[in-house]
């Protein structure tokens, strides 16, 4: 890892730490290490082992590759978790796939502009 990507993870550790309404000291907390390793990361002063890594990226709800710079994507649910419930929904019956769509679209219904609802 280079000083390019030291600099990536502490921008982006900084601005969603910042979007979570963390503080360093919060952050260290749930993560389990020194504040003041937060404050070189965000520097990009010193690079988290591989562990702490994807530590912080779990408080932070972004994927390690979102953090290393590797991906623009910063939601986990649709890195991680999507993925997971599509190769889930192929082994489903048919028949359970349908109840799947039905209510997809029941809730996308659901959730359009008053003015266009049928």
Do not use: C, H
Request: charge should be positive; aromatic fraction near 6%; avoid cysteine.
């Amino acid at each position: 890892m280079n000083e390019r990507f030291a600099e990536i993870i502490g921008t982006r550790m900084r601005q969603k730490r910042g979007e979570a309404g963390l503080s360093q000291k919060g952050l260290a907390e749930k993560v389990g290490i020194s504040p003041s390793a937060i404050n070189q990361f965000e520097k990009g002063e010193k690079k988290p082992s591989s562990p702490v890594l994807a530590a912080i990226a779990e408080e932070l709800g972004v994927s390690t590759d979102y953090l290393l710079g590797a991906s623009e994507e910063d939601n986990i649910f649709f890195s991680d978790n999507v993925a997971a419930a599509f190769r889930d929904f192929k082994k489903l019956s048919k028949t359970d796939r349908e109840i799947i769509l039905n209510n997809i679209r029941f809730l996308k219904s659901q959730t359009k502009p008053k003015g266009k609802q049928k």
